[in-house]
């Protein structure tokens, strides 16, 4: 096979990945996001499939045949989000990963369930410090579910009126409600504080009574996941409202381990296999993932740019700064 051809099967193997997202936004009234995704996809069939990509870029140009079927998102409320890494994406203890399935599990066999008389958990709070794959498994519970992600947006959720952040609760909870979905609300705290907290007190509990009526009445087609990084302040009641909690600890040295392998794989590194640096990184990582998977894309982009010249300087200074 010619380089020729084999450029174009890649390009044309990246439009098919891209249908799904195109399906789902244009089938959610995304109508900005589904014309963007027409357009790349047309742009990759350019030089395989000339009359297609021409067919896609014209109804992209009009908006032909992109009528939303479900009910329009509150665009200032939420983010629709587009996901393609499930669970196999994110480096999580072993424990959490089998909780994870589960909950996938009981969803993909919902109708066995119901002949036992329970229904699939769908509503889920993540805890732990920052930067070890809240936000990532939520994502991934939308990609292994096949739904739809809607994220909540704080500055038009959180309004300064009294009464306001209410009635935009109740807004947000009608939408997830109203069709299959996942709902992401991250830094939970922000609306399900302990009543017992201080500060502006009467719309703080005010808040959370909301939330805890809007819980017990989300309907199973909704699949919520919140996320905090201070479970210890969010009022109790709420809690036990939600179906079950998982903690995403802060990695252990074997997960370090794990994630900086994978970052560094040699997949990653064409023409390198620098997997060595695996346990200098385990040695002076801070401990949380986000700054593992930074410090092997500055490494990757170093291998790239530089021929790798400038590592062993980085990690001598990240194990000085400890
Ligand atoms: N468990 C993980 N597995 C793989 N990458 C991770 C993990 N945790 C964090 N990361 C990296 O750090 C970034 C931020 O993680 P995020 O999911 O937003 O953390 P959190 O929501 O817990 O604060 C991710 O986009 C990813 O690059
Ligand atoms: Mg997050």
Redesign the pocket.
Known sequence: MTSDSNAQRVSINSALRAIPKLVEASKLGMRDQAVEIGVEIAGLLDAGMPTVSERIRKIARTGAGLTPIAAKPPEDLVDYVSVENGFD????PENVIAEARMIATEHARAAELAAFSVAPRHKIV?H????????????AFAAELGLPIFEVKYGGLIASYLGETGKNLQRLFDYAGSQPCVLFI?EFDTVAMARTAKGDVGETRRVTNQMLLLLDRLPARCFLVA?T?LFDQIDSAVVRRFDFAIE?PS?TED?VRT?AA?ELSPERTPGYDRRDLVERIVGCAPP???????MCEWIRRDLCLAAGTNIDGMLAAAAVRG
């Open positions: 994406g994110v480096v999580l993540l732990g410090p920052p930067g070890n794959g809240k936000t990532m498994l939520a994502r991250d996320a990084n995403i990695p997960l994630c994978r949380h993932l986000s700054a593992v998977v930074a």
